[in-house]
Antibody
Framework: EVQLVESGGDLVQPGGSLRLSCAAS????????VDWVRQAPGKGLEWVGR??????????EYGAFVKGRFTISRDDSKNSLYLQMNSLKGEDTAVYYC??????????????WGQGTLVTVSS | DVQLTQSPPFLSASVGDRVTITCRAA??????LAWYQQKPGKAPNLLIY???TLQSGVPSRFSGSGSGTEFTLTITNLQPEDFATYYC?????????FGGGTKVEI
C-alpha cells in the first residue's frame, strides 16, 4: 500500500527552524517527484516546493514566498524526504502536506498525499 | 507567477444539482491545469488533470474543460459526498499556484 507520513510539526518561535519529514512506504520514493503543499488555518492551499526524482538529480523548485528560507532534501536509505524550514514567520503557520507525483505524458500530478503535519510559529 | 482566480468563492447547491466552477488564469497556460477536492481536515484529492482528464477512480459526474486562460469544473447530479472545497492548480510555470478555492455548501 502506498503511504506517505509527515512528521516533525511543532510549535516554534518566530525566527526559529524546523525540519519536517515525509516517510514513504509501499514504493521507492527516489523514483518519484514529490511536492510540499501547505494550508494555513481556515485558508486555501499554497504550493511550497518540489523535489524531482533521482533520475532528474533531485533538483528542486520553491514557492515565491520561500525566498531561500526552505530546503528540500532526501535520504534514500530511509525512503524519506525532508523540508528544512529556517527563519520561520507567523505566516508559515500551516498544515504541511507531502504528495507523490506520478508521471504522465502530460506532466507530473499528485496521486497520493500524507495526512499532514501542523507547524505553529508563535512566541 | 501565474495568478489563478476562482469563482464563485462559495456556492450553495442541492443534491442532484449541476454545478460549475470557473478558474481564470492571468495569462495563457495551455491545458496545464488540475482540479482538486478537499474535505475538512483532509489532504486534497486530485480529480482532473490537464484540464479535462479524469483521474482514475473519480466518478464520471466530474468533468473539466477549457484551455488558455479559462477553465471550468462541472459536477453533474451533485451527491452528498461532493459537498467540499474545490481548488484549481496550474502546472504551467514555476512557482506553481492554486486558485483561492470554491466551497460547495448545501
Amino acid at each position: 500500500e502506498v503511504q506517505l507520513v509527515e512528521s516533525g510539526g511543532d510549535l516554534v518561535q518566530p525566527g526559529g527552524s524546523l525540519r519536517l519529514s515525509c516517510a514513504a512506504s509501499g514504493f521507492t520514493l527516489s523514483d518519484y517527484y514529490v511536492d510540499w503543499v501547505r494550508q494555513a488555518p481556515g485558508k486555501g492551499l499554497e504550493w511550497v516546493g518540489r523535489s524531482r526524482n533521482k533520475a532528474h538529480g533531485y533538483t528542486t523548485e520553491y514557492g515565491a514566498f520561500v525566498k531561500g528560507r526552505f530546503t528540500i532534501s532526501r535520504d534514500d536509505s530511509k525512503n524519506s524526504l525532508y523540508l528544512q524550514m529556517n527563519s520561520l514567520k507567523g505566516e508559515d503557520t500551516a498544515v504541511y502536506y507531502c504528495g507523490r507525483l506520478v508521471h504522465t505524458n502530460s506532466g507530473d500530478f499528485p496521486d497520493s498525499w500524507g495526512q499532514g503535519t501542523l507547524v505553529t510559529v508563535s512566541s | 507567477d501565474v495568478q489563478l482566480t476562482q469563482s464563485p468563492p462559495f456556492l450553495s447547491a442541492s443534491v442532484g444539482d449541476r454545478v460549475t466552477i470557473t478558474c481564470r488564469a492571468a495569462r495563457g497556460i495551455g491545458n496545464n491545469l488540475a482540479w482538486y477536492q478537499q474535505k475538512p481536515g483532509k489532504a486534497p484529492n486530485l480529480l482532473i488533470y490537464v484540464a479535462s482528464t479524469l483521474q482514475s477512480g473519480v466518478p464520471s459526474r466530474f468533468s473539466g474543460s477549457g484551455s488558455g486562460t479559462e477553465f471550468t469544473l462541472t459536477i453533474t447530479n451533485l451527491q452528498p459526498e461532493d459537498f467540499a472545497t474545490y481548488y484549481c492548480q496550474e502546472f504551467y510555470d514555476y512557482p506553481l499556484t492554486f486558485g483561492g478555492g470554491t466551497k460547495v455548501e448545501i
